[in-house]
């Protein structure tokens, strides 16, 4: 029987024409369907215990982006990490990820908000796990945010021209990585890379 991997995708609070639901954009769920994988969406409103259990079915989590945190997003990342489950965060989701551990400060950035495919390039550091997944020291981003975080307990692995960090990882887990950019908006080679290193690892 074929161990198809399951990836659960939190989903965000989200407010629109005063109407409040919990949801995700659609191109992160149809990133995976380049792979052979199940996805479960979970909502981040949910009661802590009940997330829990929704874990318990997947080999992975997707933490990403969305407006604002919540309680449960930093219950979230103590607990995969403390049970080493494989976690890939993206944007917000990075930034919950840096920010569960101390000594880590956010700042809004004023510039780094685009609706352009690829807003700058970032530099990736030789000596981590995303260089080793893209192969590449330099590649081009999108750029969606308006918070970054300047420092990280987390090794650093990327950062844009203007010294905001881009990627965290952690290598001692199984597979606890951040990048503040939207892979699943892009899906260029790099983006495949990163997303099937993801599976590669539950």
Same mark, same amino acid.
């Given at each position: 029987?074929?161990?198809?991997?399951? /990836?659960?995708?939190?989903?965000?609070?989200?407010?629109?024409?005063?109407?409040?639901?919990?949801? /995700?954009?659609?191109?992160?769920?149809?990133?995976?369907?380049?792979?052979?994988?199940?996805?479960?969406?979970?909502?981040? %409103?949910?009661?802590?215990?009940?997330?829990?259990? %929704?874990?318990?079915?997947?080999?992975?989590?997707?933490?990403?982006?969305?407006?604002?945190?919540?309680?449960?997003?930093?219950?979230?990342?103590?607990?995969?990490?403390?049970?080493?489950?494989?976690?890939?965060?993206?944007?917000?989701?990075?930034?919950?990820?840096?920010?569960?551990?101390?000594?880590?400060?956010?700042?809004?950035?004023?510039?780094?908000?685009?609706?352009?495919?690829?807003?700058?390039?970032?530099?990736?550091?030789?000596?981590?796990?995303?260089?080793?997944?893209?192969?590449?020291?330099?590649?081009?981003?999108?750029?969606?945010?308006?918070?970054?975080?300047?420092?990280?307990?987390?090794?650093?692995?990327?950062?844009?021209?203007?010294?905001?960090?881009?990627?965290?990882?952690?290598?001692?887990?199984?597979?606890?990585?951040?990048?503040?950019?939207?892979?699943?908006?892009?899906?260029? %080679?790099?983006?495949?890379?990163?997303?099937?290193?993801?599976?590669?690892?539950?």
């Amino acid at each position: 029987m074929i161990n198809i991997k399951k /990836i659960g995708i939190i989903l965000r609070k989200i407010e629109e024409n005063n109407k409040k639901f919990v949801g /995700i954009r659609l191109d992160m769920f149809q990133a995976f369907k380049e792979f052979d994988v199940i996805t479960i969406g979970i909502p981040i %409103t949910n009661d802590f215990k009940v997330i829990k259990k %929704t874990i318990a079915w997947c080999d992975g989590i997707i933490l990403p982006g969305g407006d604002n945190f919540l309680e449960n997003d930093f219950l979230l990342v103590k607990y995969l990490y403390e049970n080493d489950i494989p976690v890939l965060g993206i944007c917000l989701g990075m930034q919950a990820m840096a920010l569960f551990f101390n000594n880590c400060q956010e700042i809004k950035v004023l510039n780094h908000k685009s609706n352009l495919k690829y807003a700058h390039y970032i530099n990736i550091n030789k000596d981590s796990l995303l260089y080793k997944i893209m192969k590449k020291k330099t590649i081009m981003v999108n750029s969606r945010h308006t918070s970054g975080i300047i420092n990280s307990q987390l090794k650093v692995n990327a950062y844009s021209k203007d010294g905001i960090i881009e990627g965290i990882e952690d290598n001692t887990r199984k597979f606890f990585l951040g990048v503040l950019w939207h892979p699943e908006s892009i899906m260029d %080679t790099n983006s495949y890379e990163l997303f099937k290193y993801f599976i590669k690892s539950l």
